[in-house]
T-cell receptor, first 115, second 110 residues
Framework: EAQVTQNPRYLITVTGKKLTVTCSQN?????MSWYRQDPGLGLRQIYY???????DKGDVPEGYKVSRKEKRNFPLILESPSPNQTSLYFC??????????????FGAGTRLSVL | EDQVTQSPEALRLQEGESSSLNCSYT??????LFWYRQDPGKGPEFLFT???AGEEKEKERLKATLTKKESFLHITAPKPEDSATYLC???????????FGQGTELSVKP
């Protein structure tokens, strides 16, 4: 089954404790992206990757890191989480970054709480 | 600044009562406009993509249209299972960035 898998689904942590949210897709997609969703602000893009070793900032990249060493994986790293990073996070992937095949498929989400 | 605005924020309909959701956008060179459906606690699910003014797409009770400044999602004779939040997103020419609107929360009562 074609899917985007995020882990963990729920995470409670404390300020300053480094964490990684994993994202994996099994569709051989070139493009992957991370979003956060907050009430009243909608979905905002954090980082995206057009292909392996190619990443770029979205609208809200501060406090986050990403890497794309393999085509299928795109982990989101919070080096020193803060309470304002409490949010619902989604990973997405698509065949390409632009054009008619840029249909982004989303994971089920990771709900993060930073105390 | 690239921007997407959806209206209304919330819409309550009776079953069978047709209506439309609006998505207006300002973007420097539209690459594509996307409609998604999001159920509570789940990730957005792709519905439609539109690329040029005048284009229309249909799926069951939903029909999406696109002009140079806005898109409409028409819902004909909705059913309670159509209740969800509908998200609109645009992709600008530069890079793969998607810009989402805040969504319209649709509730359809039997």
């Amino acid at each position: 089954e074609a899917q985007v898998t995020q882990n963990p689904r729920y995470l409670i942590t404390v300020t300053g404790k480094k964490l990684t949210v994993t994202c994996s897709q099994n569709m051989n997609h070139e493009y992957m992206s991370w979003y956060r969703q907050d009430p009243g602000l909608g979905l905002r893009q954090i980082y995206y990757s057009m292909n392996v070793e190619v990443t770029d900032k979205g609208d809200v990249p501060e406090g986050y890191k990403v890497s794309r060493k393999e085509k299928r994986n795109f982990p989101l790293i919070l080096e020193s989480p803060s309470p304002n990073q409490t949010s619902l996070y989604f990973c997405a992937s698509s065949l390409t970054g632009t054009g008619v095949k840029n249909i982004q498929y989303f994971g089920a989400g990771t709900r993060l709480s930073v105390l | 600044e690239d921007q997407v605005t959806q209206s209304p924020e919330a819409l309550r309909l009776q079953e069978g009562e047709s209506s439309s959701l609006n998505c207006s956008y300002t973007v420097s060179g539209l690459r594509g406009l996307f409609w998604y459906r999001q159920d509570p606690g789940k990730g957005p699910e792709f519905l439609f993509t539109l690329y040029s003014a005048g284009e229309e797409k249909e799926k069951e009770r939903l029909k999406a249209t696109l002009t140079k400044k806005e898109s409409f999602l028409h819902i004909t004779a909705p059913k309670p299972e159509d209740s969800a939040t509908y998200l609109c997103a645009v992709q600008a020419r530069q890079g793969g960035k998607l810009i989402f609107g805040q969504g319209t929360e649709l509730s359809v009562k039997p």
